[in-house]
């Protein structure tokens, strides 16, 4: 009897499909039914290689964001423009997508744990820990299993590295870019927050006007670009630099700190 086959990480690769198709299916009328979301840039999934390509985007919830991504991939790959209509695409989805996520949120329960064999490369976060602001060392094995992930795949990933708007873009995206130079891809996405709960898995609003916008490859010069000159291209790339800043008022601002500072008191109480 052959052996199951695995993906770089052991993971099994009939496994991983069923977790797709399965959360693939239940997950489709939130970007269907409850709410729509509209796409643009779909085409530009079609042109890109089999592997090693980075995606890099705004952050707005936990895993609706990427469970989002998940179908808009698959769907235009399967010949979708700017759809996810029929969800007959999930059935023989891509297997080598990843995302990057921190680790304690992928251990915080079962459903996370599921969600994290589907695809996520959990790293330690070097400045957030249980909801406290910490400073430690990047482990190599972090650097290491993204870099991994990127030669097997896709990998998607939230340079923020919060789902409050307009934090600063962390250098490390900056370095994995200069060191396994990947084709870099921006999303920029809308309306997430507005419709579920933080973590993306409740949703809190209908009929929301969802967006998911995916630009063409960034145009990087892996030699010469320096870590400032990458972090200052993927700020304006995410819209995620002041000057959009115009968009959300102060208030809003205001009201998204505060409640991301909220969760962070829940996790550091229950972990």
């Known amino acids: 009897m052959p052996l199951l086959k ?16 399965i959360f693939g299916i239940i997950s489709h009328g939130r970007y269907r039914k409850f709410n729509d979301l509209q796409i643009e840039g779909s085409e530009h999934l079609r042109n890109l290689p089999d592997s090693g390509v980075l995606f890099i985007s705004n952050h707005q919830t936990y895993f609706a964001d990427v469970a989002a991504m998940f179908h808009v991939f698959n769907a235009s790959l399967s010949g979708r423009d700017d759809s996810i209509k029929n969800v007959g695409y999930i059935w023989n ?10 680790g304690e ?3 915080a329960g079962l459903l996370p744990k599921i969600f994290a064999y589907a695809g996520s490369v959990s790293i330690e976060r070097t400045w957030r820990s249980a909801g406290k602001d910490v400073k430690r060392q990047v482990k190599n094995s972090d650097i290491s299993n993204i870099g991994k992930a990127i030669k097997d795949g896709w990998v998607i990933t939230f340079p923020q590295g919060t789902t409050t708007p307009f934090k600063p873009i962390r250098r490390g995206t900056a ?28 949703i809190k609003k209908r009929n929301v006007l969802q967006s998911m ?10 030699e010469n670009d320096d870590i400032s000159d990458i972090v200052n291209m993927i700020e304006y ?20 700190t505060k409640e991301e500072e909220e969760l962070n008191k ?6």
Do not use: C
């Open 266 to 271: 829940k996790r550091a109480f229950w972990s």
């Open 105 to 107: 949120t992928m251990r």
């Open 237 to 256: 790339a995410i819209e995620q630099h002041p000057s959009f800043l115009k968009v959300l008022s102060v208030k809003e601002l205001e009201e998204l």
């Open 213 to 222: 916008v995916i630009k063409e490859p960034l145009k990087i010069d892996y």
């Open 175 to 202: 370095h994995l870019i200069k060191t396994f130079k990947p084709i870099v891809v921006p999303i920029v996405i809308d309306g997430f927050r507005r419709s579920f709960d933080k973590k993306g898995l409740r």
């Open 93 to 102: 989805p891509k297997l080598n997508i990843y995302f990057v996520a921190a």
């Open 6 to 21: 695995r993906n770089p990480f052991g993971h099994i690769l009939l496994v991983k499909k069923w977790l797709i198709r």
